[in-house]
């Protein structure tokens, strides 16, 4: 640790920036949402890999269509999908489905509080289950996404390379508010998205697990999407149909539709694919 600060002064600076600058307003932060473990687990999944301002019109159209981890259970996949068109990475819709399957099955439609539970439900990772765990029941877990990353580096690695997070955990568990993790984590967040606003470099670029962003235009994780979008507007089409519509070579389409269906998120039909029910 070479940034020569304390513990106590960098924890006066992320509070005293949150009583000033914290993003109070967030809905998901409001009490009918922090004290309902769905919203929160809805909220921790949208908000893994998308920015703030799209989850703030996202986020509240579907806590209406699917209230309930029960509703969202019951649900068509076309209809969550459907729901999710403009989040991006579209098996996050698919995974959140199959959560609340979980559990409503295992757990009656009560969402555990044990973040290895949590991490066991489909696609939620070491870091989403601390996340869910500190603002659905305010457990003291440490954890670490970008934006605490972000703001450790900052603060105590300035000057340093390829920063591990094992050596970020250990601050994050020094630091770690236990009386108070909720709003702790809140105040750590914010800060960090002040720094991706401000910082001349982005300060994740010292970590060791910083890899450049590939460019999703052309990318494969494009055309999934675009395959999706097209069965979810027009119902079933075969490979031959979509190729046509997306203006891409038939076997590009083809082999994505193959994963598709192996993910189970399409099946073939007499008609071509569409969306599974």
Known sequence: MNGGMSINEFKRSIWSHYRTHGRHALLWRKPAHVHDPYRIFVSEVMLQQTQVS????????FIKQFPT?????????????????GMGYNRRALNLKRAAEVVVREY?????????LLYALPGIGAATAGSIAAFAFNAPIP???TNIRRVFIHFFFPRAKKVRDE??????????DTENPREWYYA?????????????????????????????????????????????????????AL???????????ESVLEELCAEKFIVKGRKGFSIAE
């Open 243 to 253: 190729a046509h519509v997306l203006q891409e070579p038939r076997e590009r389409v």
């Open 69 to 85: 981890f029960r509703a969202l259970a019951r649900a068509r996949t076309s209809e969550v999908l459907r729901a999710w068109q």
């Open 108 to 116: 009656r439609g009560a969402l555990p509080r044990d973040p290895a």
């Open 167 to 176: 050596t970020i955990m250990a601050l994050v568990r020094k630091t770690l």
């Open 188 to 240: 750590l967040m914010d800060y960090g998205t002040h720094l991706a606003r401000i910082a001349p470099k982005n300060p994740n670029r010292k970590s060791a697990r910083y890899r450049k962003q590939p460019a999703f235009k052309g990318s494969r994780r494009a055309l999934r999407g675009a395959i999706l979008k097209s069965l979810l507007k027009e119902g079933a089409m075969n490979g031959a």
């Open 54 to 61: 799209r989850v703030e019109v996202k986020y509240p159209q």
């Open 143 to 145: 954890f670490i996404e």
